[in-house]
């Protein structure tokens, strides 16, 4: 028997964790951190909420275009933000789902599904604009296909 070549088009699930090389902490006000436990790999990154553009970004090369349930993960306290806003670019725009960090620690949360392009783009993004708590958590996304 002869093994099978793989297909990456039949990869139904992609997650992006923030030690891969798929995210962005654009500025050193981005810190890495595992005072929570809970997160996915070796850390998370952390951030003072502000009243700036200093996005996080997850991209990833998506193998094949199509509809995308898009998860997200980060680690929980106190001192979170209650409405951390997810942007999702996708084919009909952005969408923006606000999360509630200090609830549910370590687990993947919905933020809905998306028809996606296939190709490499910045997928998701975490804003620190919010009025809501002291940081924001960037952990892992999770691309599962439809």
């Not at 699930?13 to 902490?25: I, L, M, P, R």
Request: hydrophobic content about 35%; some cysteine.
């Amino acid at each position: 028997y002869g093994l099978a070549e793989f297909d990456p088009t039949q990869v139904t699930e992609v997650v992006v964790d923030n030690t891969d090389s798929g995210f962005t902490a654009p500025s050193s006000s981005w810190f890495p951190s595992t005072s929570v436990s809970g997160y996915l790999g070796s850390n998370y990154h952390a951030r003072a909420t502000a009243s700036v553009s200093d996005a996080a970004r997850w991209g990833h090369d998506l193998p094949s275009s199509g509809n995308y349930e898009i998860f997200a993960r980060w680690t929980t306290g106190g001192n979170r933000a209650t409405a951390a806003p997810y942007v999702i670019y996708h084919n009909g725009g952005t969408s923006v789902v606000t999360v509630n960090q200090q609830a549910n620690n370590g687990q993947w949360i919905s933020l809905g599904t998306y028809s996606m392009n296939a190709g490499i783009a910045d997928r998701v993004v975490l804003s620190c604009w919010t009025g809501s708590g002291s940081f924001v958590i960037a952990d892992g996304v999770k691309f599962e296909k439809q």
